[in-house]
């Protein structure tokens, strides 16, 4: 049973287990920092060798479409989509026919390998130039891919629903579980990459749920849509309304100053790479023997590296890059 199914055990949250969890924490301690950092290294979550945080929202999304009675995801991002990819495998063998709506982003050599993995995953790709020519097509994607009269289940980017975000409610909560058993200290800021919101919402909401005084500070990564402290807190909120829709007894509200995001890492536009995140790549690789990748999680570290002294520490860094296998 889940971590959410052991605390609400009389809540209806259906969920399929894909991953083995706890995921490990360690401290990082040869990047040179003042500040005392952690890690907790999602990469090994998912079977088949996946990781990262998509697998974590696939959790509760798969069972959610088998609940509302769909076969057919629709899910949008960039054409270097990790999303899109893990909707794809993973919905494919649980039943599910994914549909991707994707906008372009600047194309290097990690965005062409994922470009043949999308190509090879079985889901049906279109293509758009624009975040606003995808909206004008979303009507007709919609309706070209109905199935037996239904709609695809309709899922935002990085599954960034109140669904989605309750896998990262699930790893608040293991994050507790660790602190308590002493496995490292509670962190007073915990760092994640936020490319569109889910991760970091459901992790606020999941920090006090658990009881700890964690803050979320959010290294926004992607300028498509509003990526700020307002959405990341009322997606939280979304996610607690529909644990209590559910029958779980959660009185929680967040505000906008209960957690943090800042764009100022970012660069030029998502998926464009930094100077601060390729050193941050290539040191955490060196050090540490960390694989980061260079839109979301070296953004994050760099981040890290460059606040160094002035975050509230202990620092927990969440690593939510993992290897993709062959599709």
Not at 89 to 109: A, I
Not at 170 to 199: H, K, Y
Not at 290 to 303: D, I, R, S
Not at 308 to 327: C, K, M, N, Y
Request: aromatic share 6%; hydrophobic share 40%.
């Amino acid at each position: 049973m889940s971590r959410l199914g052991q605390r609400f055990p009389a809540a209806d949250l259906p969920h399929v287990r894909l991953g083995a969890s706890p995921t490990p924490v360690r401290r990082l301690e040869r990047l040179g920092l003042q500040d005392e950092v952690w890690i907790k290294d999602e990469a090994g979550f998912g079977d088949g060798g996946w990781g990262g945080n998509k697998v974590r929202k696939l959790e509760w999304i798969i069972p959610e479409a088998h609940r509302r009675g769909r076969d057919t995801v629709l899910t949008v991002g960039g054409i270097g989509t990790h999303w899109g990819l893990a909707a794809a495998l993973y919905g494919r063998e649980h039943g599910l026919r994914t549909v991707l709506g994707l906008v372009e982003q600047p194309v290097d050599e990690h965005v062409r390998e994922q470009l043949r993995r999308l190509a090879a995953s079985g889901a049906v790709i279109h293509r758009y130039p624009t975040v606003g020519r995808l909206k004008l097509a979303a009507p007709w994607i919609l309706a070209r891919h109905s199935r037996r009269g239904r709609l695809p289940y309709y899922l935002p980017a990085g599954g960034s629903s109140a669904v989605g975000s309750l896998g990262y409610v699930e790893t608040a909560l293991e994050i507790a579980a660790q602190v308590e058993a002493g496995e490292m200290p509670e962190p007073r800021t915990l760092v994640t990459a936020v490319g569109s919101g889910g991760t970091a919402a459901g992790l606020a909401l999941g920090l006090r749920l658990a009881g700890l005084r964690t803050r979320v500070l959010g290294i926004v990564v992607n300028d498509s849509f509003r990526l700020d402290a307002v959405t990341i807190s009322r997606l939280a909120n979304q996610t607690a309304a529909l644990l209590r829709d559910r029958g779980a007894d959660v009185s929680i509200e967040l505000t906008p100053a209960d957690v943090s995001a800042t764009a100022v890492w970012m660069g030029d536009t998502y998926g464009a790479t930094t100077e601060r995140g390729s050193e941050a790549l290539a040191l955490a690789a060196e050090a540490e023997g960390l694989e980061l990748e260079p839109v979301y999680t070296a953004k994050a570290l760099a981040a890290v590296r460059g606040l160094d002294g002035a975050l509230d520490g202990p620092v927990l860094f969440l690593q939510t890059h993992g290897p993709r296998p062959e599709s």
